[in-house]
């Protein structure tokens, strides 16, 4: 069940009509069962291999906890998460890179296997990971029992593309049981409402359909056309996945809990740095504490600095996808956080007040980082590239596209009010306070989610599914 489907919104209706009629610490129970019957309804048979590695880690968990040597514990957990993860995202990918010396060795090549990629494993890999590590550093004491370490992995708001969640977002909230807080529940419906307009209106109405007929020619179109279409796929994936995070963040607001932040109006930011402190803030954290700084950080001089910096996003990279596009595009922005490393030592605060003279620096950054969304993007490394060669060598004299550029600019103007929304709302809903107040902000919600509904045809999976 996609989130932006009518058979969804029965679900979750439901599911939060049954947690009212429960007692707190009866709630977790049904939200267990909920989060497995919804990942079941996708592919019946990755339930049990979701359940089996649930069962090995939490197993390896329990018994790291125990032993006097916890080291060899966690290490058979990582090589037992992360060689599954290898198996089904990778195996095919490395038979295929290797066949050519492999057909010149032996004659033949092998055939590729066809693996279906279970859904979200790339996402809960990470998250029973960070929770093994976090526990063998005694950074996060508790060891929960299983059915909470289950609900924790399988939490059906965030399970098939984050927040990656550490043990201590998650497991304090269900210790004593869920509890209903009328504030939670109005931000929910409001986060809700938001990433489904996100997603339907933006993502898959107005920007897809152009980026899709885009990206299947590259080259075939004008130079203009293929700006334009780099520009808005960053706005599209942008509103896809942010749009998710807000569902996500939403629903599990409406079932009594909280979950981070993983936007921050991302495309504000004045340098690289910046921007990975802005986008995926989970995954960018998680790839901090457990990759960039084991490997060293920046505790051990420059030059061990900057390889740390481009293996982390190499592997970055990688873990979207399984291909030499994702390692580009990985190494790519690598490189610009070594440059900015390398010329600058200021670090800009994430949420710092943003200036005119802050402009240039945006919109510098912004491009660089659409160019690079091209090979994120384009269905093969030859199509990036023949994208990229169109860009920098066409005529720009061409007519511009005016309904795509013009979708764009709306975007362009969106971003920067998003963030004023994010930080004024609570002082907005205090001074639209009474009757009227409340009869403006049912309007407006209104409006929203039954635009958001009737478009929600127009679409289909969230583009980090994939992943």
């Known amino acids: 069940m996609l989130f932006n489907s009518l058979p969804f919104a029965v679900f979750l ?37 979701l359940l089996f590695e649930i069962a090995v880690n939490y197993a390896l968990l329990r018994g790291m906890l125990r032993s006097p040597r916890p080291r060899l514990w966690l290490t058979t957990s990582i090589v037992f998460s992360l060689g599954l993860l290898a198996v089904f995202k990778y195996a095919a990918f490395a038979i295929t890179t290797a066949a050519p010396l492999l057909a010149q060795a032996f004659g033949t090549a092998p055939a590729v296997p066809e693996i279906l990629l279970p859904l979200g494993i790339s996402f809960y890999t990470f998250q029973m990971l960070g929770l093994a590590i976090d526990s063998y550093r005694r950074d996060f004491a508790p060891a929960p029992g299983l059915a909470r370490y289950t609900l924790f992995i399988a939490f059906f708001p965030h399970f098939i593309a984050g927040p990656i969640l550490r043990g201590r977002d998650l497991l304090p909230q269900l210790e004593h049981g869920i509890v209903f807080d009328p504030g939670k529940t109005h931000r929910g419906i409001w986060l809700l409402a938001c990433g489904l307009a996100k997603k339907t209106i933006f993502a898959d ?11 299947a020619f590259p080259g075939v179109s004008t130079a203009p ?17 942010s749009g998710y995070t807000d569902m996500a963040r939403g629903m599990a607001l409406l079932v009594g809990l909280e979950l981070p932040f993983n936007f921050k109006e991302p495309y504000l930011s004045r340098n690289p740095a910046e921007f990975w402190r802005r986008w995926h803030i ?45 390692l580009m595009w990985g190494g790519m922005h690598g490189v610009l956080l070594v440059g900015h490393r390398a010329f600058t030592r200021r670090t800009t605060p994430t949420d710092a007040a943003l200036r005119w003279r802050d402009l240039p620096k945006i919109l510098l950054l912004f491009n660089v980082t659409c160019l690079l969304w091209v090979f994120f993007r384009a269905a093969t490394f030859a199509d990036a590239w023949l994208f990229l060669h169109t860009l920098f060598t066409g005529n720009y004299a061409a007519p511009w ?32 306070g009474g009757s009227w107040g409340g009869l403006v902000e049912g309007l407006a919600l209104g409006a929203i989610l039954a635009l958001a509904l009737a478009l929600s045809g127009s679409g289909g999976e969230f583009i980090y599914f994939q992943f």
């Open 13 to 49: 209706v439901t599911i939060c009509l049954l947690l009212r009629a429960l007692p707190p610490r009866g709630r977790p129970s049904l939200l267990l069962i909920a989060s497995l019957l919804f990942y079941a309804l996708w592919i019946p048979v990755y339930l049990m291999l």
């Open 205 to 215: 109405f107005l920007l897809a359909p152009f980026v899709n007929d885009v990206f």
């Open 225 to 241: 056309v293929h700006l334009v279409a780099a520009w808005a796929f960053a706005f599209q994936i942008y509103f896809d996945f």
């Open 282 to 326: 989970t995954l960018s954290s998680w790839l901090r504490d457990y990759l960039y700084v084991p490997l060293g950080g920046n505790r051990r001089g420059p030059a061990r600095t900057y390889t740390n910096l481009m293996l982390t996003m190499l592997l970055g990279g990688l873990w979207h996808g399984a291909g030499w596009s994702f």
């Open 401 to 432: 596209p005016a309904l795509p550029l013009a979708t764009v600019l709306l975007c362009a103007v969106l971003h920067p009010l998003e963030r004023i929304a994010r930080e004024r709302l609570p002082v907005l809903q205090r001074a639209l």
